[in-house]
């Protein structure tokens, strides 16, 4: 997969494509959906599969007080679209000036004159241009004047419910990371460079890394069985493991940290590139009040986590799906 961040640059190779439009953060089974119909048109037509998204998320320049953080921010979507077989990533980058795009020149300017699509999919609440008053309608009605194809894909759900980042974030936050990975199509992670702490971790015994949440989602502050996937090339080795997500109240923390123990490992893990994929629910976040007490509920916790990884596998190169990239 190409990255193509101006649309009045795209390289001959990357028009004419099946494009599907969206945020896709999360790249979660709704968002799998309508991928699947642009790459079932893409090689139904021999055409290039193309997703344009947008970075920063839209919420974060337009309303940065109560925009949600991210399921997946750019590295992380990035390898969820490369898993969906997607062959151009125009990740446009998105600003108050192209917010206040008009749907013609959107349309125009955007997808015509700089993508030369082809097609163009979208969900079936998928909005743009200034004030999101484009929708599926006047897209198809631009598509048939100026000669390419739309597809909207109705609602993709479960249970009665819409497949949605929305719906991804709320597990989380209620410390349902099974139910997450139900909508997502895998388990949700946490990826980045591992920090120094304080190393009391190992003073317990328990060496942890130390991860900080950042654009993340915050989930629900406890401890989690876990898989953690150190980053080595273009290779993930995945070790089953422990984590807590939390402030530390025992020894009275307040930065959110991602600590993981990573079970049997003898190696440095500073400064490496961790992926941490949520499995299960232990317990929630304790301050207790003294540290024998505090190590205890860790023994109990690592003897947890092992008896919940030992049914499970570690995360597959491609999340589940509904189509075959």
Known sequence: MRICRQYGRVPPAARGAAVALGNFDGVHLGHRGVIGRAANVARDEGLPLGVMSFEPHPATVLRADSAP??????????????????????????????????????????????????????????????????????????????????????????????????????????????????????PWEVEARVGYGDARGRSLGYPTANLRLDEHVEPAFGIYAVWAGIVEGSETHWHPAVASCGVRPTFGGKTVLLEVHVFDYQGDLYGKYLRVAFVNWIRPEEKFDDVDDLVRHMDEDCYNARFMLAGSAPPPDKGRTAFNP
């Not at 108050?96 to 125009?108: C, G, Q």
């Not at 700089?114 to 929708?135: E, M, P, Q, S």
């Not at 497949?163 to 936050?173: F, H, I, N």
Request: glycine share 12%; charged share 25%.
């Open 69 to 186: 953080s991210r399921l997946t921010p750019f590295r992380a979507k990035t390898r969820r679209l490369r898993e969906c077989g997607v062959d151009w990533f125009f990740c446009m980058r998105f600003t108050r000036a192209f917010a206040e795009m008009s749907v013609e020149a959107f349309v125009d300017d955007v997808l015509v004159d700089g993508l030369g699509v082809k097609h163009v999919t979208i969900g079936h609440d998928y909005r743009f241009g200034r004030h999101r008053t484009g929708d599926h309608q006047l897209l198809e009605e631009a598509g048939a004047a100026r000669g390419f194809g739309v597809t909207s894909v109705a609602a993709i759900g479960n249970a009665g419910e819409v497949y949605s980042s929305t719906r991804v974030r709320q597990y989380l936050q209620r410390g349902e990371p099974r139910l997450a990975a139900a909508v997502l199509g895998h």
